[in-house]
């Protein structure tokens, strides 16, 4: 049975690109209204406009989730323009630089932190008063394989991304009751403008990524975005503070 969310209205941060620019479009094909947010205005608007091209309604916020009074302005924009929120998929996050930990700086831990960690709990923050006003909804947040894994030169995000599952548990004992459901997904290698950062021209780097996944390849933005769309949904009732991995069985090894 397809999932529909007409009706709806539905918040994505990091809404410009890859596995949330899937998302998004994915939830107006379902029915939704949706606000996306980011800080690449131009990209942020293509997007917003394929939607609305399609048939669909969204608009775009410019906003960066570690800014506190932005992301309250981002919440409110939305609440403003379509009336409520029903739906929240807190995908914004950045990867940093790749160091071992000895290399690692203030500057980068700051700056990760700042958007993986900060910026979840500033839009979870304001997202969740929003829902009660209209008796509830569902969070999903971003997490990663590298929130559930220790990764080589990865301490920075790794701890960053272990740091969105222990908000997500948290928050989401707090509102369980209430009608707010939080969980969070843990993607692996998702093939993403991240991805490409990663591993850049080195075919030696592709072919390792892929190697590191049982299923044989690296994952699409469609195939983590259509879980998103299934823990926002009514078919998901039960499910609260969970951490789920879509990684080709990378975790399973």
Same mark, same amino acid.
């Given at each position: 049975m397809a999932i529909n969310f007409d009706g709806k209205v539905v918040l994505v941060t990091g809404g410009t690109s890859g596995i949330g620019e899937t998302a998004a479009k994915l939830y107006a094909q379902a029915g939704a209204r949706v606000a996306l947010t980011g800080r690449r205005a131009d990209r942020g608007q293509a997007v917003t406009d394929a939607i609305n091209s399609a048939g669909g309604e969204a608009i775009f916020i410019k906003a960066d989730v570690a800014n506190t009074a932005r992301v309250?302005?981002?919440?409110?924009?939305?609440?403003?323009?379509? /009336?409520? %929120? #029903?739906?929240?998929f807190n995908n914004a996050?950045?990867?940093?630089? %790749?160091?071992?930990?000895?290399?690692?700086? #203030?500057?980068? @831990? #700051?700056? *990760?932190?700042?958007?993986? *960690?900060?910026?979840?709990?500033?839009?979870?923050?304001?997202?969740?008063?929003?829902? %009660?006003?209209?008796?509830?909804?569902?969070? *999903?947040?971003?997490?990663s394989i590298a929130g559930l894994i220790g990764m080589g030169t990865l301490s920075v995000y790794c701890a960053s991304k272990h740091a969105v599952i222990g908000l997500t548990k948290c928050a989401a004992l707090e509102v369980a009751a209430q009608g707010i459901r939080?969980?969070?997904?843990?993607?692996?290698?998702?093939?993403?403008?991240? @991805?490409?950062?990663?591993? /850049?021209? #080195?075919?030696?780097?592709?072919? @390792?990524?892929?190697?590191?996944?049982?299923?044989?390849? *690296?994952?699409?933005?469609?195939?983590?975005?259509?879980l998103v769309l299934w823990l926002s949904s009514d078919d998901a009732g039960f499910m609260v503070g969970q951490a789920i991995p879509v990684d080709g069985g990378f975790t399973t090894q």
């Open positions: 309250e302005e981002m919440v409110a924009k939305t609440v403003e323009r379509f /009336g409520r %929120l #029903d739906i929240a996050g950045i990867e940093g630089v %790749l160091a071992p930990i000895t290399e690692q700086t #203030d500057e980068n @831990y #700051d700056a *990760v932190f700042n958007a993986n *960690v900060r910026g979840v709990m500033n839009s979870m923050k304001f997202e969740i008063p929003a829902m %009660l006003k209209t008796g509830g909804g569902a969070i *999903v947040n971003n997490s939080i969980n969070a997904v843990c993607p692996a290698a998702i093939k993403t403008d991240m @991805y490409e950062r990663f591993v /850049g021209e #080195d075919e030696q780097a592709r072919e @390792y990524f892929t190697s590191l996944h049982p299923i044989g390849r *690296v994952g699409t933005a469609a195939e983590v975005a259509n």
